[in-house]
């Protein structure tokens, strides 16, 4: 076998950039998109109102139908997240990035011509599945490329889909500056921009490996296995590394293949699933979105001029980008605990000291300075940590044929937990005021204490090793041979050595 560490090939690194640009890119774009418009679009949806019933629209009407347009987005996320395992296990993960792009380019005309169509209805099921393409592509992309990086690139290959994210939203941030595409004109234009993306997926993509693992392990296609392997490593000696997959197949096949249903009654799998279910609740109840969506109110209140503030918005975009970048280099050096634990401490103490800020602000003439600084801190350790650790870790904590149910409950925790965040914390603002962010401080360090009492370190190791790490903590026992088998032993003899028991 080779003894050097894999190395990033081109192959590798265009895979990653055409499935990140074109799936994950657009989950960010559309978080952001609809932000810098929202008074244009709420005007047309009064207008158009008012042109088809003779009466103007109703106040509590507009802000309903303006919360649905927002929040009909997770809404379709967690459906798409319903929908990772059959379609990843049937179609494969490239093959359901492909199909997915459906989900973006019919929302994207829907969008485009919503004005045209004087219909603001067409937004609002455009924007459910245009979040049922998010939803999917959160999931499979991380998916996807955990399956084709080697072991000492999983970790900051895995985070380029969340930084992917982060660029998209900047992107909408600065496309929805006032001269730009921010105008009462501009919009439509904007809101249609998502499928351009999907549509160079769609063509770019085709032309690369589907992920070995899933064509050896759940296909049983060894030549294309091999030769996909070939391709993405640069060299022709992957055998090692295959034996590992034949590894993981047979550990899998002693267990069974998993249903969402069955893995969550799976006692081997019990800590690595309460672990995603929790890092992807204090991802979202982090209040990350609230932050977002306060920000605008804290730099006014800070001073900053009206017309300023979306500057600053987009300096905030520009300083996640910066720091998700960071994350990828440093995530394979310091470990994805140290970036967990860092992100949620970070996050916490931010969220007590801009409680504090925002309490006394009326009486301190400096503190909307440390609100502002505040928020730029809270976005920095989101951006280490939460934000793109949980996507890496959910595929390092499981094997092939979980994989896509962890994934799916994964996904779906994170959208509800967005969808909840977004429904209720306009009402815990109007109540609590700025107290509502010690609620989010207690989130993060209740997240922090079950890291650092649970989550082991995964980095660098392979799929197996981390699932005897769980296996103590699980109080099951894997047995594995010890990994030297020679290559032309039928799959037999493979299969007495693997055996899974549970005491």
């Known amino acids: 076998g080779q003894q050097q560490d894999p190395r990033l090939t081109t192959v590798l690194v265009l895979a990653t950039l055409i499935s990140a640009f074109g799936s994950s890119f657009q989950y960010g774009y559309n978080v952001a998109v609809v932000n810098s418009p929202s008074p244009y679009m709420q005007q047309f949806y009064n207008s158009t109102y008012a042109e088809r019933y003779g009466t103007p629209m109703d106040e509590g009407l507009l802000t309903l139908l303006w919360s649905l347009s927002v929040s009909m987005y997770p809404l379709g996320g967690f459906f798409g997240s319903l929908m990772v395992a059959p379609l990843a ?45 998010a939803g999917l592509s959160s999931n499979v992309v991380p998916m996807y490329l955990g399956e084709l990086a080697p072991k000492n690139l999983r970790g900051a290959l895995g985070i380029v889909p969340q930084l992917f994210i982060t660029i998209g939203i900047l992107s909408a941030q600065v496309l929805g500056i006032r001269n730009i595409l921010g105008t009462s004109t501009g919009w439509t234009l904007m809101l249609g921009l998502t499928g351009v993306p999907a549509v160079m997926e769609l063509l770019l993509l085709p032309f690369f490996p589907e992920s070995p693992r899933y064509m050896l392990i759940q296909r049983g296609d060894e030549r294309t296995a091999k030769t996909a392997l070939q391709r993405l490593r640069g060299w022709d000696d992957v055998d090692s590394e295959l034996t590992e997959m034949r590894l993981e197949d047979q550990s899998e096949k002693a267990e069974g293949r998993l249903t969402v249903l069955s893995l969550l009654g799976q006692p081997s799998l019990r800590w690595q699933l309460i672990s995603i279910i929790v890092m992807n609740m204090g991802q979202q109840l982090s209040g990350v979105n609230a932050i977002y969506y306060y920000a605008d109110s804290i730099y006014g209140t800070a001073g900053v001029k009206q017309e300023d503030i979306q500057y600053v918005t987009v300096g905030t975009g ?38 504090v800020a925002l309490t006394l602000q009326e009486s301190v003439t400096w503190l909307p300075y440390v609100s502002v600084g505040c928020v730029m801190t809270y976005v920095i350790g989101h951006a280490i940590g939460p934000s793109p650790i949980p996507y890496v870790v959910t595929t390092e904590m499981f094997r092939q044929s979980a994989r896509p149910a962890a994934f799916m409950v994964a996904g779906s925790v994170h959208w509800l937990s967005n969808f909840t965040v977004g429904l209720v914390f306009p009402f815990l603002e109007r109540g609590l005021g700025p107290y509502s962010f010690i609620i989010f401080s207690g989130i993060c360090l209740a997240t922090l204490i079950y890291i650092w009492l649970v989550v082991p370190e995964t980095k660098n190791k392979t799929f197996l090793e981390i699932c005897q790490m769980f296996a103590e903590r699980n109080k099951v026992e894997i047995k594995l041979g010890d990994g030297n088998l020679p290559l032309n032993e039928s799959k037999e003899s493979l299969k007495d050595v693997v055996k899974v028991t549970v005491f």
Not at 104 to 116: H, R
């Open 318 to 355: 520009a300083v996640n980008v910066i720091m998700t970048m960071a994350a990828v280099y440093i995530v394979e050096a310091a470990g994805r605990r140290l970036l967990l634990l860092c992100g949620f401490g970070i996050c916490c103490g931010a969220c007590v000291l801009l409680t």
């Open 89 to 133: 296990n049937k179609l494969g993960r490239k093959g359901t990035l492909l199909f997915n792009n459906i989900f973006s380019i019919v929302p994207a005309v829907m969008m485009g011509v919503s004005e045209i169509a004087k219909s603001y209805e067409i937004i609002i099921v455009a924007r459910f599945l245009v979040g049922i393409c």
